[in-house]
């Protein structure tokens, strides 16, 4: 193994029984053949299936395996086999160096002891003696921002502070393999881009596997993807863009609808792009800095008294990324009654690659909300990068001046 490659896996997989009693059952079955030295059938039993099947990669120092995948995908359940907290059915797992984790919340804490005495409990669990974490543990508490709370007993801590203490001591105790599932969702923004920048910092040393459906800080730390469906390794590879894409692709954002009044209906909202019309299904792709026209009929059963059309942008998360407010300014109409036809031309947009939705909503100054249709229709943005945020300027840059210091 070279002695950069931190983690390799090879043809890991774990299989699970959906029922309980029959799960305890094979257990004990197996457990019974490795006693009497016998292998284990590879074959799946009645009830069982696959959460990990055939997954292979290799991530060296300096590097970060960004794991995406639906829920159920079989992130988590990889991230515990690397961590040995469950055994693999089938494959192998070889790592080097100091391995830290934070998989679950309170995951390795004992929750009577207080943080202080969990502090020592997990460096020992790494193989530090108590004098070097004597030297590690005022940085410890400085980032997990808990002085008060130190010698507290855990189990009174919040979430959010279970998270800066477990992070805290996962990343300050340098390990050589960092390990970390969707866990810093839970703490506040502050305390996570604080959190990132240790990252980008500890990456130079170590290797980094990290599973979220946050894709935009997947993309901003990741130098390599696995997209990971029912267990299987579907999509690996290095250009992290196009994984991202491949995920975005794979699954659909899910339209849904609010009805207010009932005197407008949303008939149908189409984008037109390259002379070609699309509705939602389509699975339209337009390129970075493209640009579309939508479409918008609605029917107006009663009078309408100056209506206003509002359009909302919405990445994958359901984040809202831009919105349209100006339809008043535009469409001077005081009435509208029957069936009426818009549309609106947006010359470039500069979204960053992934997955949009376009949500709508129809007011008047008598009614307020006539209908509210969520993520109508959804389309795809294709690029050469893919940022942290949704939006990517492209701006004409020039070098205004350089002056050489003096040697």
């Known amino acids: 193994m070279n002695t950069d490659t931190l983690v390799r896996v090879e043809g890991l997989s774990k299989k699970f029984c959906r029922d309980l009693k029959r799960s305890m059952w094979y ?21 069982e299936f696959w959460a990990v099947n055939d997954v292979n990669f290799e991530l060296r120092r300096g590097e970060c395996l960004g794991l995406i995948g639906h829920n159920g995908a079989g992130k988590s359940t990889l991230l515990k086999m690397l961590n040995g907290l469950i055994k693999p059915d089938r494959g192998r797992i070889t790592m080097q160096g100091r391995v830290g984790a934070l ?9 009577i002891l207080t943080g202080r005495e969990n502090i020592y409990n997990n460096g020992a669990v790494l193989g530090f003696t108590q004098k070097e974490i004597n030297k590690k543990i005022d940085a410890i508490v400085d980032f997990a921002e808990i002085g008060d709370f130190l010698d507290t007993p855990v189990q009174n801590y919040s979430s959010g502070m279970k998270v800066r203490l477990g992070f805290a001591v996962a990343a300050q105790m340098e390990p050589d393999v960092l390990l970390i599932d969707e866990v810093l969702a839970v703490g506040d923004m502050g305390f996570v881009l604080k959190c990132y920048n240790l990252i980008d910092q500890i990456l130079y040393n170590s290797a980094l596997i990290l599973v979220s459906h946050n894709i935009p800080q997947i993309a901003r730390t990741a130098t390599q993807i696995m997209l990971l469906d029912r267990g299987v390794g579907i999509v690996h590879t290095s ?6 894409s491949a995920y975005y692709q794979r699954y659909e954002i899910k339209n849904g609808n609010f009805q207010g009044t009932g005197d407008v209906d949303l008939l149908d909202l189409r984008l037109v792009h390259d002379g070609e019309t699309h509705r939602n ?15 918008i009929d609605v029917l107006c059963r009663e009078k309408i008294s100056e209506p206003s059309m509002y359009l909302a942008f919405y990445d994958q998360s359901q984040r809202g990324v831009a919105e349209i407010m100006n339809f008043r300014e535009c469409i001077q109409v005081q009435d509208l009654l029957g069936k009426a036809s818009f549309s609106l031309k947006l010359p470039s947009l500069p979204f960053t690659q992934g997955k949009y939705s376009i949500s709508i909503s129809f007011s008047d100054t008598s009614h307020g909300v006539l209908f509210r249709n969520q993520s109508v229709i959804s389309f795809n943005v294709h690029g050469k990068s893919h940022g942290w945020t949704s939006v990517q300027f492209s701006p004409e840059w020039q070098m205004k001046q350089m002056e050489h210091l003096d040697e």
Do not use: C, H, W
């Not at 998989?103 to 929750?111: A, M, S, V």
């Not at 250009?239 to 991202?244: E, L, S």
């Open 239 to 244: 250009d992290v863009p196009a994984g991202i």
């Open 103 to 111: 998989i679950e919340l309170g995951t390795g804490f004992n929750p």
């Open 27 to 47: 257990g004990i079955q197996d457990v019974g053949s490795e006693v009497m030295g016998l292998r284990r059938k590879p074959d799946l039993r009645t009830g």
């Open 281 to 295: 299904g389509s699975n339209l792709t337009i390129e970075y800095g493209d640009g579309m026209e939508i479409e």
